[in-house]
């Protein structure tokens, strides 16, 4: 009975799925609480096109993690790991467009000038020790001192109560939510501007 319903679930949600996002901007390097430490004996690293063999010195990713990365490097994307010796404590992303490119995220664009944080991810054994938090402040920092980025976005789910106590924590400002549904395949969202936004802001 139990397969039955699964299979069921799993059928309806391919012919109607619905999300709901909020979306946050961080503005400015002003507005950003300082970086924090990592718990003792695990460290940061950033990785990127110039140095990308590094990604296959991390132990512990799931072999479909790794493709993932590297086809996120391959495009362009930015991601920082914690790492406890060699070992994937945690890691977190950012989408980075090139001069003239709008990069699409599902229910976000992101355009020259912006970058989009997304992908982070805490491993079991390391949860709850603030690996995330550091990760996410560690990336702010580095990506709004990248010359002509002026706002870094993300998205969360509005019933993933953590990360939204984690976007308060990084005084991330919620400027609106986006509804997303997806009907037989086909996607549509709808974009809810907090009230004093920029009712021509593009997401």
Do not use: C
Not at 154 to 166: C, D, G, H, R
């Amino acid at each position: 009975m139990e397969k039955a319903r699964d299979l069921l679930r799993r059928l309806a949600k391919k012919v109607f799925e619905h999300s709901e996002y909020y979306i946050f901007v961080n503005l400015s390097l002003d507005e950003l609480p300082p970086e924090r430490p990592l718990p003792a004996g695990l460290r940061i690293i950033r990785i990127d096109q110039g140095n990308a063999d590094e990604l296959e010195r991390i132990e512990g990713l799931p072999a479909n993690k790794r493709r993932d990365f590297r086809k996120m490097l391959s495009q362009g994307q930015v991601g920082y790991f914690a790492l406890d010796g060699q070992r994937a404590a945690g890691h977190v992303w950012a989408v980075i467009p090139r001069e003239n490119e709008v990069v699409n995220r599902g229910y976000v664009r992101v355009y020259p000038g912006e970058a989009y944080a997304h992908y982070a991810h805490t491993y079991p054994p390391y949860r709850r020790q603030g690996i995330a938090l550091a990760l996410s402040l560690y990336l702010l920092h580095d990506v709004l001192r990248m010359p002509g980025i002026r706002v870094l976005k993300a998205s969360v789910l509005t019933t993933n109560t953590p990360s939204l106590a984690m976007m308060e924590a990084l005084h991330a400002h919620r400027v609106g939510r986006i509804s997303f549904w997806r009907v037989l395949g086909i996607p549509y969202r709808r974009v809810l501007l907090e009230p004093g936004q920029d009712q021509g802001a593009r997401w």
